[in-house]
Nanobody, 121 residues
Framework: QVQLVESGGGLVQPGGSLRLSCAAS????????MGWYRQAPGKERDLVARITSGGSANYADSVKGRFTISRDNAKNTVYLQMNSLKPEDTAVYYC???????????????WGKGTLVSVSS
């Protein structure tokens, strides 16, 4: 089955930047959509950005112009470049993939365990 491992979270000042990475591993057949969600304490988990295998990306309105999602299909890895960070961006960021694996080849939602991004002065 498929597993996702995030990295790159940390503490930054407002206006700073971070780059998150998420690598998929396992008996992968194909990965369609990959993306990032985030959840702050006491709030719902919201979509931040998603990207298809062909490179088409969508963003939440709150991060448009500041965040960029990309992926390396050969490495089964998705990235989130976060610039001009705001305190409101503070959350646990979760990697997501719509992935199929052998032997069933059925597409399933796969989630990483999350990485904390803290934005404060």
């Amino acid at each position: 089955q498929v597993q996702l491992v995030e990295s790159g979270g940390g503490l930054v000042q407002p206006g700073g930047s971070l780059r998150l990475s998420c690598a998929a591993s396992g008996n992968i057949f194909r990965i369609n959509v990959m993306g990032w969600y985030r959840q702050a304490p006491g709030k719902e988990r919201d979509l931040v950005a998603r990207i298809t295998s062909g490179g088409s990306a969508n963003y939440a309105d709150s991060v448009k112009g500041r965040f960029t999602i990309s992926r390396d299909n050969a490495k089964n890895t998705v990235y989130l470049q976060m610039n001009s960070l705001k305190p409101e961006d503070t959350a646990v960021y979760y990697c997501y993939a719509d992935a199929s694996s052998r032997p069933t080849f059925l597409y399933m939602d796969v989630w990483g365990k999350g990485t904390l991004v803290s934005v404060s002065s």
